[in-house]
């Protein structure tokens, strides 16, 4: 769709329920190649994004099923740790596959991530992470090489609370030998799903949610069964919009935990919680 036409005026009312993360679901995908088995996550948001994201599974031997808002990933048969060009230039979100590939082979290649890069080198912090690890990397044109022959624990202090290096970061050493402290972590709830899931998976994972993470690493994970949060954007822009027309709503599979702020705003504001 080129373009929205809006006759505003009305009230904004209803009942909704609220989908699963992007920004939890994309990261947790790529994190089943760690485990080599079979991994079910329910509430997967049905967006172009998931598409993408299993289409590059399935590229690297990844079996992937999917039945309205679940999905089956079996890892067993992975056999490649390349994501093509093609790929990677759909979305920034592929990137989440780098730590993933680093944790389960030892090796990744990837170009630098498409989607909405943000400023000139937009996955340097993950790269910082990634070599505090243990991980040899070669950028050439765009085309990032990483080998690791052993990944070992370090402690990472982030220059920048980034929420995807901190999420690569957790990928990698939850499979490395020995422990890991990442500092200056981004605290976001996407990150604390990430550490639920592949707790369920065997790792070893406490501290998600605030500036310092602890990794005790595990030399093999397994298969788990996990959903995925709500997505508190979403949830945020329904409240708001209701709010801006004096409407009422109610929103179903919603977690009021991650909309504390914007809850307090709207209180502030006048309105009803």
């Known amino acids: 769709m080129e373009s929205y036409h809006i006759r505003g005026g009305n009230k ?41 994201m299993k289409n590059i599974l399935n590229e690297l031997g990844c079996k992937t099923d999917t039945s309205d808002e679940t999905v089956i990933v079996n890892s067993r048969g992975l056999v490649a740790d390349t994501i093509s060009l093609e790929r990677m230039r759909e979305m920034r979100s592929s990137v989440f596959l780098l730590g993933a590939l ?11 991530p498409g989607g909405c890069n943000i400023g000139s080198r937009p996955i340097d912090l993950h790269l910082h992470a990634l070599r505090m690890l243990g991980t040899e990397i070669t950028e050439k044109d765009d085309v990032i090489i990483c080998k690791a022959s052993k990944l070992r624990g370090a402690t990472i202090d982030f220059s920048f609370p980034s929420v995807g290096a901190t999420e690569n970061a ?9 422990h890991t402290v990442l500092n200056n972590c981004a605290m ?5 799903d990430l550490q639920d899931f592949l707790n369920s998976c065997g790792a070893n994972i406490q501290g998600a949610g605030t500036k310092t993470i602890h990794i005790e690493g595990c030399a093999q994970l397994h298969g788990g069964i996990h959903r995925i949060i709500p997505d508190r954007i979403e949830c945020g822009t329904y409240l708001t919009a209701v709010a801006a ?7 179903n599979n919603a977690e009021s935990r991650h909309l504390k ?9 006048g309105c009803t919680v």
């Not at 996550?41 to 993408?52: A, E, G, H, K």
């Not at 957790?170 to 020995?178: F, K, Q, R, Y």
Request: net charge negative; charged share 15%; proline share 4%.
């Open 245 to 251: 027309t004096g409407g009422e709503i109610v929103l």
């Open 102 to 112: 680093l944790g389960r082979c030892g090796s990744a290649v990837i170009s630098q």
């Open 261 to 269: 702020s914007i809850l307090e705003k709207l209180r502030e504001t």
């Open 12 to 52: 904004i009312s209803g009942e909704y329920s609220v989908k699963g993360a992007k920004n939890a679901a994309l990261p947790i995908l790529a994190a089943t190649i760690l485990c080599g088995a079979e991994c079910q996550l329910s509430n997967i948001p049905q967006i172009t994004d998931v598409y993408s």
């Open 188 to 192: 976001e709830p996407e990150i604390c």
């Open 170 to 178: 957790i990928m990698v050493a939850s499979t490395a030998e020995g």
